[in-house]
């Protein structure tokens, strides 16, 4: 199936997807050292309008840190203070519809071990 | 630094004190050049991110005497290889030795925040000046388009120098910004890299993965059973008093299988064959990092009048061997050396910055890249390789292995049958002789 968003969706077995655990996000991000800039987010949604047309919305499955979720209003909340700059969202929103800049000098993911 | 005429001036700067940035600083300072090197990060190191191991003989090249001077690494690999997951099973094809000829070892285990650190401590030890906190947002240019300075994120942040070396990484904004590439990466070509890094005690790393003590490690890629039969690959590096282990999978594949990277990388850790390798430890550090894996086709223009790319930046990884430290160095050092020689000449025009492209040429950066330039493009056709290769390799040298009480002629027809139910033979065949020109770049 084509999306009308410019890449095909494909399926997964249903038996090889149930074989992925349940991943409670936040007890990997406990682990990651941020100085954040509340001032100044780096992230932001663009048109809200577009998000509500996009079918497959990829942003909140590929993001390793789970910042793009699905608020009540069914609008997509970006909790950018968790982000580790990884650049994911930047090329894979298939409607260029985040706005991706760099944090601040000094503020952001900072890597302990790396 | 000169601030006559209130411009705050430099003979060179880099943007980016990663591996390719500070080697460029360091060859350019050590030169006797003025060197601004510009981090955003809070210090070097607490952006950056790989699996990983970085190798001995690009470091060497910029400071023969690195060992001298304590690297943070963690243990020298002295085992490298494939290993290959099957359903609950593992096959391990490892070589033991990986030393260079005069005995040092090619290859360490690394965390990258204390590693990057150090290595932009050498580059300051030879007269690199640091400017940490910063981001560079853009560049200073004359009316017809030559370098001369950038713009940062600080109150009167313009710093001018006639050459700028850009060493940003894999989200290279500001080579886009300069025209040098036209478009952002596409997902199929970039890999997300995530990984765990896990502490346990030194013993007991040892006695898990057979390493008799702190001075021997582990680097594995990991094949087969790993991302779910989709294009990726697993890893695991033994370090001191921790482990690395995580895994890459194409961001396409991520977004057209609705897949959570972290979900993918908790399946992996709780694989039969891996989970005793990292059971009890702590978990110490989440992180990702894209890994561009598009390699020479999609190396953006190495150069302009005034400015030079080195690094993720241009896209200079060989996804296969896991290398990119050691292009990033080696890149870093050769554009440093561009920019001597264009102070010698005092000509920063594209002509002579040009000479950073016949540099690379010469070295084993664009001689592998384009020996491998088909390579992402056959991972993209082949995914059997990534899947049902290892899968079947590891099954059948357990059938191999394995007293069943039945005639091996019929285990070997089961072995083969096994292999011709997941790809026909003839398909199998042609796998391998396009696998071979892949790598082989014919
Ligand atoms: C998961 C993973 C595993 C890997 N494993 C290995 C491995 O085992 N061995 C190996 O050799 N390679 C490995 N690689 C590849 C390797 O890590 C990279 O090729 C290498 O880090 C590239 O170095 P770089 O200097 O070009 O970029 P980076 O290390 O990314 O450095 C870029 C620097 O620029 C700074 N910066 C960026 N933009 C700005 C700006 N506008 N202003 C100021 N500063 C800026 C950043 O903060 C950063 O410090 C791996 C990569 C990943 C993601
Ligand atoms: S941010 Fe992009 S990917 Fe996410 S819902 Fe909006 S349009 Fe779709
Ligand atoms: S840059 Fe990476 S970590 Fe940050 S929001 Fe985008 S996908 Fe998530």
Redesign the interface.
């Known amino acids: 199936m084509k999306r009308n968003d410019g890449?095909?969706?494909?399926?997964?077995p249903a038996a090889?997807r149930e074989?992925?655990?349940?991943?409670y996000?936040d007890?990997?991000?406990v682990?990651?050292k941020y100085?954040i800039d509340e001032e100044h987010p780096h992230l932001w949604i663009e048109d809200h309008a577009i998000c509500a047309r996009c079918q497959?919305k990829?942003c909140l499955?590929?993001c390793?840190?789970?910042v793009y979720t699905l608020a009540h209003d069914g609008k997509i909340q970006v909790a950018y203070q968790a982000c580790?700059?990884?650049?994911?969202c930047?090329?894979?929103c298939?409607y260029g519809n985040i706005s991706w800049q760099?944090?601040?000098?000094?503020y952001?993911?900072?890597?302990?071990?790396? | 630094m000169n601030t006559t005429d209130e411009r705050i001036r430099f003979d060179v700067i880099v943007v980016g004190a990663g591996l390719a940035g500070s080697a460029a600083a360091m060859v350019a300072a050590r030169a006797g050049l003025d060197v601004a090197l510009i981090e955003r990060g809070q210090k070097p190191g607490g952006k950056n991110y790989f699996g990983g191991a970085i190798y001995t003989h690009a470091i060497a090249e910029l400071l023969p005497d690195f060992m001298s001077r304590r690297p943070p690494f963690e243990r020298p690999v002295t085992e490298a290889g494939f290993w290959f997951l099957g359903a609950d099973g593992l096959t391990r094809v490892t070589v033991q030795g990986g030393k260079l000829a005069d005995g040092t070892p090619d290859a360490y285990t690394t965390l990258r925040a204390p590693f990057d650190l150090w290595w932009a401590e050498q580059a300051q030890k030879e007269g690199a000046f640091l400017i940490p906190k910063t981001t560079v947002v853009d560049f200073i240019r004359e009316p017809d388009g030559q370098v001369v300075g950038v713009k940062t994120d600080r109150p009167q942040g313009e710093l001018y120098a006639p050459v700028v070396i850009i060493c940003e990484g894999v989200n290279n904004l500001l080579t886009q910004k300069l025209g040098l590439s036209e478009h952002d990466l596409e997902p199929a070509h970039l890999a997300l890299g995530i990984k765990q890094v896990i502490a346990l005690p030194p013993e007991t790393i040892n006695a898990r993965f057979g390493l008799p003590d702190g001075d021997h490690g582990l680097a594995a890629s990991v094949l087969g059973n790993v991302s779910l039969g989709l294009p990726g690959m697993g890893f695991v590096y033994t370090n001191s008093k921790t482990l690395s282990v995580g895994l890459g999978v194409m961001l396409a594949t991520l977004a057209e299988y609705k897949l959570k990277p972290y979900e993918v990388l908790e399946r992996y850790l709780k694989h039969p064959a891996i989970a005793p390798l990292v059971a009890g430890g702590q978990l110490l550090e989440y992180g990702g990092h894209l890994i561009p894996e598009g390699g020479y086709h999609d190396m953006p223009k190495l150069y302009t009048g005034g400015a030079l790319v080195a690094g993720d930046a241009a896209a200079m990884v060989n996804a296969l061997h896991w290398e990119g430290t050691n292009m990033a160095i080696i890149a870093g050092k050769l554009a440093g050396e561009t920019a001597l020689e264009a102070h010698g000449r005092s000509d920063f025009s594209q002509r002579v910055m040009a000479g950073y492209a016949e540099r690379l040429k010469q070295s084993f950066i664009l001689q592998d890249l384009k020996q491998y330039r088909r390579f992402s493009q056959f991972l993209d056709t082949h995914p059997e390789f990534m899947d049902i290769y290892p899968t079947f390799l590891n099954d059948a040298l357990g059938d191999f292995f394995t007293a069943y009480g039945r005639p091996k002629k019929e285990l070997f027809k089961g072995i083969l049958g096994s292999l011709t139910r997941r790809r026909s033979l003839l398909g199998a065949a042609g796998d391998l002789i396009s696998m071979g020109r892949a790598v082989l770049g014919w």
């Open positions: 890449f095909e969706a494909k399926e997964l090889l074989t992925l655990p349940d991943v996000v007890d990997l991000l682990s990651i100085f497959y990829p499955d590929f390793p840190v789970n580790v700059e990884c650049g994911s930047r090329v894979g298939p760099l944090p601040r000098g000094g952001g993911v900072a890597y302990k071990f790396g």
